[in-house]
């Protein structure tokens, strides 16, 4: 399928608006790029970088006239934004966004679109700790999952020329609903984020000496946690105060074998020990197996991009209204 937009509106252009703007730029999927945001200083970084053809402060302004809209922006300010350019959103538009919650995004954005558009909220299931215009690069998606959640009603070829356009950026697409999306990313990738940022934590309130040699003696095992611990504040205060049920229900069961851990050490029970630490090395062979690991080598820079599938595969996970 050929994918080609007339104009591509990014609504917030950080890490994965400037992304999307390079790759897709790069892979000739768009004709004009504009890019909207709430402060200056973000709008003129992201000129400097050349990331789009028009630059504003006003959303709305932004999304007159294009046919694909994505909101690029931490998920607490998505309905404020919905609010304001759903009158300027175009009959025939796609409007999606790359929000790391999904349920959230529709109801409260899904409230504000108008007839004749189609709201196919998305999340490319890639990402560094770092953050802001120049944080992006154009390989970013390369070899990387993209999740839509088309809500109901919405035409099966619009969900075919989004899922082509992140094809085309080098993502594999699965398509699923968004209650199921939570509960996944909940224990892959929110439960993950809060244990680093409490581990991190932890280090932060011991004794500045014990402190110190923390971060000297640190190997790579600490060093990950921080890294992921470095991650947006403002992104992930959002994340955890939207997805509020799928992290709890993960939590709790994280809780329980955090506890059957923690029994297993007091008793000096070895046995339970190695059971459980067998399990978890069979869980990271299958990933590499899977070849998740070598899809992005190093998340921190921009790195060489494997190469971009002519045609990533699109999966329909099967629980959507009308995926
Ligand atoms: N960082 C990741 O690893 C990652 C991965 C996948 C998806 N996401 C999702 O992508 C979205 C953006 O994350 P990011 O990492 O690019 O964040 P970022 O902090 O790098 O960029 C966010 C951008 O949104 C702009 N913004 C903030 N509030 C705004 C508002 N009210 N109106 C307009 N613009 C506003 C900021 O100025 C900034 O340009 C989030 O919803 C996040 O959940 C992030
Ligand atoms: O590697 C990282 O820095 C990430 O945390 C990326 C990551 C993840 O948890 O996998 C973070 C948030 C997203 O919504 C998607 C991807």
Redesign the pocket.
């Known amino acids: 399928m050929t994918v080609h937009f007339k104009k591509l509106a990014l ?7 400037s992304s999307i703007a390079l790759a897709a730029r790069r892979q000739g999927l768009v004709e004009v790029i504009s890019i ?4 200056q200083e ?1 709008l003129d970084e992201a000129r400097e970088l050349g990331l789009g053809d028009i630059y504003t402060l006003d ?1 709305a302004e932004a999304v007159r006239g294009a046919d694909l809209v994505i909101l ?4 607490g ?1 998505y309905a ?2 919905a609010a304001s350019i759903a009158p300027a959103l175009e009959p025939g538009a796609i409007l999606s966004d ?3 919650v999904k349920e959230h995004v529709v109801k409260v954005v899904g409230t504000y679109v108008p007839a004749g558009v189609s709201f196919i909220p998305g ?6 700790e770092h ?3 120049s ?1 992006g690069f154009a390989e970013l998606f390369a070899g990387r999952w993209c999740v839509l959640t088309p809500v109901a009603g919405v035409p099966q070829s619009d969900t075919d020329k989004l899922a082509a356009f992140w094809q085309a950026m080098g993502s594999m697409v699965e398509c699923m609903d968004a209650a199921h999306h939570d509960m996944v990313l909940a224990i892959t990738s929110h439960i993950p984020h809060l244990i680093a940022y409490n581990i991190v934590g932890t280090v932060a309130d011991l004794e500045t000496a014990t402190q110190s040699e923390v971060i000297k003696f640190s190997a790579s095992g600490f060093r990950d946690f921080t890294r992921i611990a470095a ?2 504040p ?2 992930w205060r ?2 955890f105060l939207t997805n509020k049920e799928a992290v709890l229900e993960m939590l709790g069961r994280f809780n329980e074998d955090l506890s059957m851990l923690q029994r297993a050490v007091r008793n000096g029970d070895g046995a339970a020990l190695e059971a459980m630490f067998t399990r978890t090395r069979a869980i990271r062979r299958s990933i590499i197996n899977a070849g998740q690991e070598t899809a992005a080598p190093d998340f921190g820079r921009p790195h060489e991009a494997p190469p971009v599938p002519d045609a990533a595969p699109v999966r329909d996970h099967g629980g959507g209204d009308d995926a």
């Open positions: 609504i917030g252009i950080g890490l994965i608006g909207a945001t709430r402060r973000t959303a690029c922006a931490p998920v300010a404020a934004l790359v929000g790391s999340h490319p299931i890639a990402g560094t953050s802001g215009p944080a991650s947006d403002v992104m959002d994340v």
